[in-house]
């Protein structure tokens, strides 16, 4: 594979990867049940990218593994942020 698809690819998978940031935490803000299915198709969307760029580009075990964990890391990562939201924003009583 080449320097150039293996780029767009990369490009991809962040471009996903922020999609499904994005979708996942406005699905949740509106309650809205497609924007969170559309957070779901992007992840997928991702993983696939991800397979793609392990099985088929040039890059270093490292930079693979590297990728591995930080798409791992993708699918905790915002529902953690979410959850610390809630909580952070929970009304507590006041000390008045």
């Keep these: 594979m080449s ?3 293996t780029a ?4 991809l998978y962040v471009f996903l990867a922020g999609l499904y940031g994005l979708a996942f ?4 803000l509106v309650r809205a049940r497609s924007v969170r299915n559309a957070a779901a198709i992007f992840c997928v969307m991702h993983l696939l990218v991800l397979i793609a760029i392990v099985g088929w580009t040039p890059l270093g075990i490292a930079w693979k593994a590297m990728l591995l964990g930080s798409s791992v890391a993708l699918l905790f ?3 953690l942020v979410w959850r610390l939201l809630e909580e952070t924003h929970r009304e507590t009583p006041s000390h008045g």
Excluded: A, H, M, W
């Design 3 to 5: 320097e150039i698809s």
């Design 8 to 11: 767009l690819l990369l490009g």
């Design 25 to 28: 935490t406005v699905g949740r």
């Design 77 to 79: 990562i915002p529902p």
